[in-house]
């Protein structure tokens, strides 16, 4: 891997030189660990004038689960305890002869833009914005691998809860037993806290769950995600608790699985992003739940749960290939409950098959 590491931060560095700068401070931990591999908490990575440099507060461990670091990567550990890596960062690339440093001002907070200013006053310091994350949106096969394993996890865990009795439970005994049975699979841990919700809680986005007891007739949603070495993926479905889903359950589950699957069929290399949003939106739109429809029908996925490209309808931008999001629509009736259907794909061109579906348990409308 070091060689993909090695090419991701030549990229990186070309789009400094391309923007006047001749060194980059790279602070944000998802950055560090997309250039670096594996890195400590709080270490930042310098691209230097004359070396990169991995610049840690204590010494780097192997940990297998968070990937493993670029090995032909230099390791600048502060001498001392308290210090900060960033501004040890900015005092070496002067140290290698740079006259200018990027830095990622929407991860530094004011004080520490301050304090690299102050150490290294001769440095010009410039905003290195978003460059590192636009490497980011497009996986390559090996990112794409650990999304795949990570879905395959998420696949497992959920598939396990629905054998299981689950009237009388609560969502937070549930969402509980979901995490669990994530780490018993193999992943590092969950991609984000589960949402369990029943009743008249279901189809809320982002749900935090609650002591309320499944009952029958409830809709039941889900939605949890596995990280695997770092990457992280996503999967909601939606089920009936009982025997016979009421014939509106039946009329909105439709309803929102005929939108999710119009977002799915829109993902294509040069699609716009809003167009994505939209073949998902109008089919609720149409039905009159615009008013009720989260600010998104998707997102990108991978270091982070929540990447760009953001499929919103003022997003700008077209996808490429080798693009994995999300496409999760849903709606949800006040005092009534809802439906959410969430899935992680890749995008890929049609003559490789059109959408890569990455989380494959059943979107039939079950009764449990």
């Known amino acids: 891997m070091s060689e993909v590491y090695a090419a991701r931060r030549t990229r990186l560095r070309d789009r400094c030189n391309a923007g006047g700068s001749a060194a980059a401070l790279v602070s944000r931990p998802a950055n560090v660990r997309y250039l670096a591999g594996a890195a400590p908490h709080g270490a930042v990575l310098l691209l230097g004038k ?36 960033a501004v040890a960062a900015a005092d070496l690339a002067t140290a290698q002869g740079a006259d200018s440093l ?42 794409i691998s650990c999304l795949r394993i ?25 969402a509980l037993e979901l995490e669990r049975r994530l780490v018993d699979h193999g992943a590092d841990g969950p991609a984000f806290p589960t949402s369990v919700a029943t009743g008249p809680h279901a189809g809320r986005r982002g749900h935090r769950p609650t002591d ?3 009952e029958e007739g409830d809709f039941l949603s889900v939605c949890l995600g596995a990280t695997y070495r770092g990457y992280r993926c996503e999967i909601g479905r939606t089920f009936v608790i009982g025997t016979s889903p009421a014939d509106w359950q039946i009329e909105l589950y439709d309803l929102v699985f ?39 029908t998707g997102h990108g996925v ?19 290939a080798c693009v994995p999001v999300t496409v999760e629509p ?5 005092g009534r409950g809802g439906v959410r259907i969430d899935d992680t794909l890749v ?21 449990l």
């Open 347 to 367: 995008v890929r061109p049609e003559a490789d098959g059109g959408p890569e579906l990455l989380t494959i348990t059943t979107k039939e409308l079950l009764a």
């Open 258 to 296: 005929a939108a999710q699957r119009a977002g799915r069929e829109a993902l294509a290399p040069g699609a716009a992003f809003r167009d994505v949003d939209r073949a998902a939106r109008q089919v609720l739109d149409s039905a009159g739940h615009g008013e009720r429809l989260p600010p998104l």
């Open 212 to 214: 309320r007891r499944v």
């Open 150 to 174: 990570g879905a395959e996890i998420a696949d497992q865990a959920l598939g396990e809860l629905l054998e299981s009795i689950l009237v009388g439970r609560t969502e937070r005994h549930l």
């Open 330 to 334: 849903g709606v949800h009736l006040p």
């Open 50 to 85: 004359r070396e990169d440099l991995l610049v840690c507060a204590g010494p780097p461990e192997d940990r297998p689960t968070d990937g493993r670091r670029d090995e032909t990567l230099g390791v600048q550990v502060l001498p001392g305890p308290g210090g900060d890596p």
């Open 302 to 320: 991978g270091l982070e749960i929540d990447e760009d490209p953001q499929l919103a309808p003022s997003a700008m931008g077209k996808l490429d």
């Open 102 to 143: 990027a830095v990622e001002e929407h991860h530094l907070t004011v004080a520490r833009h301050r304090a690299i200013g102050s150490v290294a006053p001769r440095l010009r310091l410039a905003d290195l914005a978003g460059a590192v994350e636009q490497l980011r949106v497009v996986k390559d096969e090996e990112e």
